[in-house]
């Protein structure tokens, strides 16, 4: 999505497509990110959803995880940094997609489940 779509048009991508956030690129082709608690803090702002561009409200310097990262890194990185979104990049710095939180948590019951059973 690009920084200048309005903040309706990213709640309608992340309504559409069940998750959380969203990769904003910016003018300078840096992925930033919308999240669903961006969106809340423009709403409370009485920001008008279909006039506000989502560089309003984005985080223009996302934290970007390599894809090759260990998941429990990256979990580290998330309690950190406080928060429950990170882009996912490729070895050259493409953006892949973005992990949630929720990612984390199936991903490590997953490995810890193959721990056990191992």
């Given at each position: 999505m690009d920084a200048?779509?309005?903040?309706?048009?990213?709640?309608?991508?992340?309504?559409?497509?069940?998750?959380?956030?969203?990769?904003?690129l910016g003018p300078?082709?840096?992925p930033g990110i919308i999240t669903e608690r961006d969106l809340l803090h423009a709403?409370?702002?009485?920001?008008?959803p279909l006039a506000t561009p989502v560089s309003s409200y984005m985080t223009t310097d996302a934290v970007a995880v390599n894809a090759s990262w260990e998941v429990v890194d990256a979990?580290?990185?998330?309690?950190?940094?406080?928060f429950r979104h990170?882009?996912?990049t490729d070895?050259?710095?493409?953006?892949?997609?973005?992990?949630?939180?929720?990612?984390m948590v199936a991903a490590l019951v997953e490995e810890r489940q193959r721990v056990l059973a191992g």
């Open positions: 200048d779509a309005t903040l309706a048009s990213a709640a309608e991508e992340m309504w559409a497509r069940r998750c959380g956030s969203a990769v904003v300078d082709g840096k709403m409370a702002e009485g920001s008008d979990a580290r990185r998330m309690i950190q940094g406080g990170l882009i996912v070895d050259r710095g493409g953006v892949t997609g973005i992990v949630s939180i929720r990612d």
